[in-house]
């Protein structure tokens, strides 16, 4: 009995010391006081004299990864032009459901901001022609089913889930949402006062008025990606602009249609095609996404907030895309950098500082154009410029010598075994080869990825840094109290631009 409890106390502490598991703040693991230590080196001893010695965690081998394995998913284009992707997953009595349109919010006429959004937002709750939105919501409720449309940046999307028994009955509904919404005034009005509530509250949070304004300045407020809705671009929209920018966008060679769950392949495919046999719409291709403008907009900004107690800051310059040969290295630089508990980042601002709560860094990527690279977090308003020098330090050092043996095994494990939870269930593997198809990426996409991650060295984690970090073209987002600063802005050597958070009224 007595060695078992040295064995259990032994294993307690695991959680504390598991490679990428965050250790509790302020919290110690200590050991049972039984006197004098012995055994080998970086082992803990063990129990009686004679017994094997206890490993620690770092001492644990685990087996590699194994590649990961992708359902069979089935792939047929119907008569109509719209491509389908089917797989079935038996394990719950339910069947889901969407379509993605090749549209988005970058298609927004410049003095109607907002017209996609509000698309994808009524032609929900506007119903069909023989169907209103309301009506739509009480059927849909009685079988415990749902059917929903956005629209964002890059995509369109319609979707719908329902029990195994009532599938017939809302791929019914789920196709009329699809090819004849109606669009009903009453919800577009509905639609246009809950924008306009968001535009007057986009300036409470502090935090999210950094990220904000960050992506708008690195992206350029002058271009799709940086364009705001205001409450002028609302109003000037109108039913038959909704009408217009769905009959250009919403057409079956346009679609690509995955429907995932209990039912059979050969079944759901018959379905589809009767049901969608009368969608025969046909539209001109539809164009490619503006270009991201890729000149920096190097400085430092500063929105006023007198009403917080800290300061809330956001950092950084243009990613890159998920298609990038350098995206699997700089992704492990940046979790090096800013990824946890044990980053560079947390360590030197949080843990030795002790000026921020919490504080990250990512090379943003996206699948058809360069996402953001930013470290984000919140200090006390007293240490802003301090934080914000500190981070600089530890950008520099990054770009100058070659990370740790350890470093680069804990970022490179934590990105590999991240891929584990992506592929979990059949729902998440579907949408991502979906995605994959939609961007125009290679169907092994995944595994050419886990291979990158596990080739990636210091050196390459070193030259990517050199390469694609640029400090001194950084745009530097503050949103805090400037009379709490305990230095002022300006003594970081660059000239600090103010930015002007008044929402535009709308004119008579």
């Known amino acids: 009995m007595k060695r078992l409890c040295i064995l259990l106390f032994a294993a307690s502490p695991i959680w504390a010391q598991a490679p990428g598991g965050p250790k509790p703040q302020g919290s110690t693991v200590t050991p049972p006081n039984t006197g004098p230590q012995t055994g080998t080196p970086g082992r803990r001893a063990g129990g009686p004299e004679g017994s094997p010695p206890v490993p620690l965690v770092k001492d644990l081998k685990f087996p590699a990864l194994k590649p990961i394995q992708i359902p069979p998913v089935e792939t047929v284009t119907l008569p109509n032009g719209m491509k389908v992707f089917l797989l079935e997953d038996h394990e719950l009595p339910v069947v889901n459901g969407s379509v993605r349109i090749r549209t988005g919010n970058l298609f927004d006429p410049p003095d109607k901001i907002g017209l996609a959004t509000i698309t994808g937002m009524v032609m929900r709750t506007g119903g069909t022609r023989s169907k209103t939105g309301d009506q739509l919501d009480q059927e849909l409720e009685n079988v415990a089913a749902s059917v929903e449309s956005s629209i964002d940046e890059t995509s369109a999307t319609v979707g719908f889930n329902a029990l195994k028994e009532n599938t017939d009955e809302v791929l019914s509904t789920f196709h009329d949402l699809l090819t004849g919404p109606e669009f009903r005034q009453d919800k577009i009005e509905l639609a246009k006062n809950e924008l306009r509530s968001g535009i007057a509250r986009r300036n409470d949070d502090a935090h ?122 700089l992704e492990v630089m940046s979790d090096i950098l800013g990824g946890g508990f044990r980053s560079r980042l947390f360590q030197r601002v949080r843990t030795r500082m002790g000026n921020a709560y919490e504080i990250e860094a990512d090379w943003g990527a996206n699948y058809d154009h360069p996402g953001l690279f930013r470290i984000a977090g ?81 050196a390459d984690v070193l030259r990517v840094a050199k390469e694609q970090l640029n400090p001194t073209s950084f745009t530097i987002v503050n949103v805090g109290n400037p009379t709490e600063f305990a230095q002022p802005l300006s003594t970081l050597g660059l000239p600090v631009k103010t930015l002007d958070l008044t929402i535009p009224e709308v004119k008579p």
């Open 208 to 329: 999210g008025v950094a990220e904000r304004e960050f992506a708008n300045i690195v992206y350029g407020k002058e271009t799709p990606y940086g364009w705001e809705m205001q409450y002028a671009t609302i109003n000037r929209i109108t039913r038959d602009d909704m009408v217009a920018f769905y009959k250009r966008y919403f057409f079956p060679a346009n679609t690509l249609l995955a429907v995932w769950g209990d039912f059979s392949s050969a079944d759901m495919k018959a379905k589809l095609q009767k049901l969608f046999s009368d969608w025969t719409v046909m539209q001109p291709a539809v164009p490619s996404f503006s270009a991201v403008r890729k000149t920096a907009s190097p400085g430092v900004y500063l929105a006023v907030k007198t009403d917080v107690a800290q300061t809330f800051f956001v950092m950084g310059q243009l990613g890159g895309e998920l298609r990038d040969k350098d995206y699997p290295a």
């Open 378 to 458: 919140s200090t006390k308003s007293a240490s802003t410029v301090e934080t914000i020098r500190a981070i600089d330090e530890e950008v520099q050092k990054i770009r100058a010598t070659e990370v740790t043996d350890d470093e680069l095994s804990t970022a490179k494990q934590t990105a590999l075994n991240s891929l584990v939870f992506a592929f979990d269930t059949k729902t998440k593997t579907l949408a991502r080869l979906l995605n994959y198809e939609y961007y125009g990426y290679p169907k092994d996409f995944i595994q050419q990825y886990q291979k990158a991650l596990a080739l990636v060295t210091k």
